[in-house]
């Protein structure tokens, strides 16, 4: 989804030690007032691409433009539009409330400085394969395809199936599950060697 961004202020020069691995440097943005001399400046964004914020406490926000309207309470779901419905970009405020010491809990940090990154494009996939790898990393910390034998003991195999005059029983669980917790019931019940038949 494109989405337009609008803020205030001056466009700078990118320089090479700003550069993020695996992304064009798009623009620099340094947020300044009107009064200042700033100017509206508005930047069109693809979901995928990458917003990095430095605000003035030395504190800095990384993540996809798709979410960088939520950083704001604005509503990442629904475009802004006008009257007649068309379109409109973002309105970026310069600062953002965040919990302090302060009596009554809340303080201001003002936005300094915008980036925008563009993914290249040949690292895309390599990414996507790599975020799918981690998730299923995390949900099962072992995957892969084992054989049983009657005690229902796990051998991985990396491999091909060893020959067998008897016929294969499959199990296959869910993603957010294992052997014991899809087949646990399976497994008491074949203390007596019901699944014998099965290689």
């Not at 989405?3 to 798009?26: C, I, M, P």
């Not at 030395?58 to 006008?82: C, I, Y």
């Amino acid at each position: 989804m494109k989405r337009t961004f609008q803020f205030t202020g001056k466009v700078s020069e990118a320089t090479d030690d700003q550069n993020l691995a695996g992304y064009d440097l798009l623009k620099v943005i340094e947020i300044s007032n009107q009064r200042d001399g700033g100017d509206i400046i508005k930047q069109e964004t693809e979901d995928d691409e990458i917003i990095h914020i430095t605000f003035d406490d030395g504190s800095t926000w990384m993540g996809r433009a798709a979410e960088f309207p939520e950083l704001f309470d604005q509503d990442p779901n629904n475009l802004p539009k006008d009257r007649d419905g068309a379109i409109e970009p973002y309105i970026i405020p310069d600062n953002i409330a965040v919990a302090s010491g302060d009596r009554d809990g809340i303080s201001r940090a003002f936005t300094k400085i915008l980036k925008f990154f563009s993914p290249q494009k040949e690292i895309v996939g390599l990414a996507v394969k790599k975020s799918a790898e981690l998730a299923d990393r995390a949900i099962q910390k072992d995957p892969g395809l084992f054989r049983l034998d009657q005690g229902f003991n796990k051998a991985k195999i990396n491999e091909q199936l060893p020959e067998s005059d008897k016929p294969y029983l499959l199990f296959i669980h869910g993603t957010g599950s294992d052997l014991s917790g899809s087949f646990d019931k399976m497994v008491k019940q074949n203390e007596g060697g019901a699944l014998a038949t099965y290689s």
